[in-house]
């Protein structure tokens, strides 16, 4: 007889309100259950499905260590695969290949996912496999060194790609004196100096029941998942508690922002990558429908304002785009050009203008509705996949709490108006930007000596 019970969940109702819940959407069930110690298991059935996706999502990221290990959740993530105390490194990679099966990880600023894709017939085989790594990894002192020179140069390669250190520069710069500004995977400084001893003890004190949530997305039983996940989880010998509850989620208090400042990196390279941004607004934040609208006008395709002025009449880049990211804290705002570094004060210009004239009038209704008809099609597009089910899931979980049906996601996009844009885009953009440059002398000289 199961140990968990299944009831109803009104759609939107937040994923803390209940112990579990079931709900019908588009002809898939999604169900929810709290498992003895805490651990939640969320599922998506879809039978027309001939795969199965499933992910260990940890609710702890980069955000969450403390001083002694910084780089220890993505350090993490490469050992994992490493072995356990039944499966070597190999077994792991042959028992997904034999299947035609793929597994990786990631990890993020707020949690860590182990993933798998597979077919529906080879489910028990994922979940054994991802459970196991979850929950009994050796961190052989072997394998530590090994991985300590592979994230060296992982960190390395991104040093050496300018695009990837401005966007890394620009949310130290922003979110500095804040953990969520700080690198994920650590710094060249962290890793070399991260004990073995550090990485376990973050892996005891975190990899724990109340934090583990397990998704799964395709043509699959809810009760068999849980069967799964129970069983990995006594055989690790964990502590299953029957009135444990999950961990609290992360306290959403306000991010700490910076001031305003104008950082130039100067390295020996052919482009000048540039970002003016600042703040943005958190993932709980009503206001991130407006906002991602407005990114997407600004700089969400070729139709959009950055892509049609930079690039398309003037020819000052290849690429220009805007983005967003949000935690529980805060998030980020962001307009993004690479060019010539002749052509950096041209650019600088026209991106502060398209941020102010953003901020400073409404948007036509053919421009709105061709922004909100972009986000809601790569959103439906993008959901016809298992794996991406299955994300969402985890995602509703651990980042925002609400699970959102397809429709309302649709209509909270389809809602917003051309005052709601402008008014999100004065808000975030009312206080001075920062600018974060990565490129050549020259460029780095321009940008300090823009006014």
Same mark, same amino acid.
């Given at each position: 007889?199961?140990?968990?019970?299944?009831?109803?969940? +009104?759609?939107?109702?937040?994923? $803390?309100?209940?112990?579990?819940?079931?709900?019908?959407?588009?002809?898939?069930?999604?169900?929810?259950?709290?498992? /003895?110690?805490?651990?939640?298991?969320?599922?998506?059935?879809?039978?027309?499905?001939?795969?199965?996706?499933?992910?260990?999502?940890?609710?702890?990221?980069?955000?969450?260590?403390?001083?002694?290990?910084?780089?220890?959740?993505?350090?993490?993530?490469? =050992?994992?695969?490493?072995?356990?105390?039944? !499966?070597?490194?190999?077994?792991?990679? %042959?028992?997904?290949?034999?299947?035609?099966?793929?597994?990786? @990880?990631?990890?993020?600023?707020?949690?860590?996912?182990?993933?798998?894709?597979? #077919? $529906?017939?080879?489910? /028990?085989?994922?979940?054994?496999?991802?459970?196991?790594?979850?929950?009994?990894?050796?961190?052989?002192?072997?394998?530590?060194?090994?991985?300590?020179?592979?994230?060296?140069?992982?960190?390395?390669?991104?040093?050496?790609?300018?695009?990837?250190?401005?966007?890394?520069?620009?949310?130290?710069?922003?979110?500095?004196?804040?953990?969520?500004?700080? /690198?994920?995977?650590?710094?060249?400084?962290?890793?070399? @100096?991260?004990?073995?001893?550090?990485?376990?003890?973050?892996?005891?004190?975190?990899?724990?029941?109340?934090?583990?949530?397990?998704?799964? %997305?395709?043509?699959?039983?809810?009760?068999?998942?849980?069967?799964?996940?129970?069983?990995? &989880?006594?055989?690790?010998?964990?502590?299953?508690?029957?009135? &444990?509850?999950?961990?609290?989620?992360? $306290?959403?208090?306000?991010?700490?922002?910076?001031?305003?400042?104008?950082? &130039?990196?100067? !390295?020996?390279?052919?482009?000048?990558?540039?970002? #003016?941004?600042?703040?943005?607004?958190?993932?709980?934040?009503?206001?991130?429908?407006?906002?991602?609208?407005?990114?997407?006008? =600004?700089?969400?395709?070729?139709?959009?304002?950055?892509?049609?002025?930079?690039?398309?009449?003037?020819?000052?880049?290849?690429?220009?785009?805007?983005?967003?990211?949000?935690?529980?804290?805060?998030?980020?705002?962001?307009?993004?050009?690479?060019?010539? /570094? &002749?052509?950096?004060?041209?650019?600088?210009?026209? #991106?502060?203008?398209?941020?102010?004239?953003?901020?400073?009038?409404?948007? $036509?209704?053919?421009?709105?509705? !061709?922004?909100?008809?972009?986000?809601?099609?790569?959103?439906?597009?993008?959901?016809?996949?298992?794996?991406?089910?299955?994300?969402?899931?985890?995602?509703?979980?651990?980042?925002?709490?609400?699970?959102?049906?397809?429709?309302?996601?649709?209509?909270?996009?389809?809602? +917003?108006?051309?005052?709601?844009?402008?008014?999100?885009?004065?808000?975030?953009?009312?206080?001075?930007?920062?600018?974060?440059?990565?490129?050549?002398?020259?460029?780095?000289?321009?940008?300090?000596?823009?006014?």
């Amino acid at each position: 007889m199961p140990t968990w019970s299944v009831v109803p969940l +009104v759609s939107g109702t937040s994923t $803390d309100t209940a112990a579990s819940f079931s709900l019908s959407q588009d002809g898939a069930l999604i169900r929810r259950s709290i498992l /003895p110690g805490g651990i939640r298991v969320l599922t998506e059935d879809i039978p027309a499905t001939r795969s199965a996706a499933i992910g260990a999502w940890v609710a702890v990221g980069s955000r969450d260590e403390a001083e002694e290990h910084a780089g220890s959740t993505h350090f993490l993530e490469h =050992l994992l695969f490493k072995g356990t105390s039944r !499966r070597s490194a190999y077994d792991i990679a %042959a028992a997904f290949d034999a299947v035609g099966g793929e597994a990786n @990880a990631a990890t993020a600023k707020n949690y860590t996912c182990y993933y798998a894709r597979v #077919l $529906d017939a080879d489910l /028990p085989l994922a979940s054994a496999i991802i459970m196991d790594m979850v929950t009994s990894s050796v961190l052989d002192p072997g394998e530590f060194e090994t991985e300590r020179a592979v994230i060296l140069e992982e960190l390395s390669m991104a040093l050496d790609d300018p695009s990837d250190l401005v966007h890394e520069r620009f949310t130290e710069t922003v979110l500095a004196g804040h953990p969520l500004g700080r /690198p994920i995977g650590g710094t060249p400084e962290t890793i070399a @100096a991260l004990s073995r001893d550090a990485v376990a003890e973050h892996y005891r004190t975190t990899y724990v029941p109340g934090e583990l949530v397990i998704t799964a %997305a395709g043509n699959i039983n809810h009760d068999d998942v849980c069967e799964a996940v129970l069983a990995g &989880a006594r055989a690790a010998g964990w502590a299953l508690d029957a009135a &444990a509850v999950p961990a609290e989620r992360h $306290d959403a208090t306000s991010a700490v922002y910076a001031p305003a400042t104008t950082l &130039a990196i100067a !390295r020996p390279i052919e482009q000048a990558h540039v970002i #003016l941004g600042g703040r943005g607004v958190a993932n709980g934040d009503p206001r991130r429908f407006a906002l991602a609208v407005a990114s997407t006008i =600004l700089g969400g395709g070729m139709s959009s304002r950055l892509f049609q002025e930079i690039r398309e009449k003037r020819g000052l880049a290849y690429s220009t785009y805007s983005f967003t990211s949000g935690y529980a804290e805060g998030g980020l705002f962001g307009a993004y050009a690479a060019s010539a /570094p &002749a052509k950096v004060g041209a650019v600088v210009e026209l #991106l502060r203008a398209e941020v102010a004239k953003l901020a400073g009038e409404p948007a $036509d209704d053919e421009e709105l509705g !061709r922004a909100i008809g972009q986000i809601c099609g790569s959103f439906v597009l993008g959901s016809e996949d298992t794996g991406a089910r299955m994300s969402r899931l985890g995602l509703a979980e651990i980042v925002t709490g609400r699970l959102l049906s397809f429709e309302e996601t649709l209509e909270r996009y389809r809602s +917003v108006t051309a005052a709601d844009v402008q008014a999100v885009a004065s808000d975030i953009l009312a206080a001075d930007l920062s600018l974060v440059l990565v490129g050549p002398q020259q460029a780095c000289d321009a940008l300090l000596a823009l006014p």
